[in-house]
Structures are given as C-alpha cells and as structure tokens.
C-alpha cells in the first residue's frame, strides 16, 4: 500500500474527529436497529465502522514492519 495512503488514513482513524463521527455513526445504527430495516444493512454499516478501525493496526503492523521507519 502507498506509504501517504497509509498513514493518511492512520492520521484520519487517530483522530478526535474520527473518534465523534463513530460515535455519531454508531447511535444513528442502534436507531436504525429499531426500525424495519434490513439486519443485512446494519451489519453492512458496522462492517464498514470495523474495517475502518483496522486502519490504525494496519499501520501500526507496517509500521512495525519497516522497523519503525513509517
């Protein structure tokens, strides 16, 4: 993976900012669970919240990887 898409998205996923949207994404799901959508939907939406999360490790293991030269 590009190196500045790498840590781009570290910076992005280590942010405050990152941090509120979760939260924000994560109580419109818990609303969303109440309504008549599609479990299929919700869990789509919290696979997308997870597999953003892994940004952080993906560059922390990369990272590790170089030896620390990320």
Same mark, same amino acid.
């Given at each position: 993976m590009d190196k500045d898409i790498l840590v781009g998205k570290f910076d992005l /996923?280590?942010?405050p900012t990152?941090?509120?949207i979760k939260e924000f994404q994560l109580e419109n799901?818990?609303? =969303?669970?109440n309504s008549d959508i599609e479990p299929l /939907?919700?869990?789509g939406m919290l696979k997308v919240i997870?597999?953003?999360d892994?940004?952080?490790a993906e560059f =922390?293991?990369?990272k590790k990887r170089l030896g620390g030269k990320t």
């Open positions: /996923v280590d942010s990152y941090k509120q799901i818990l609303k =969303l669970a /939907v919700l869990k997870a597999d953003t892994k940004w952080k =922390l293991n990369e």
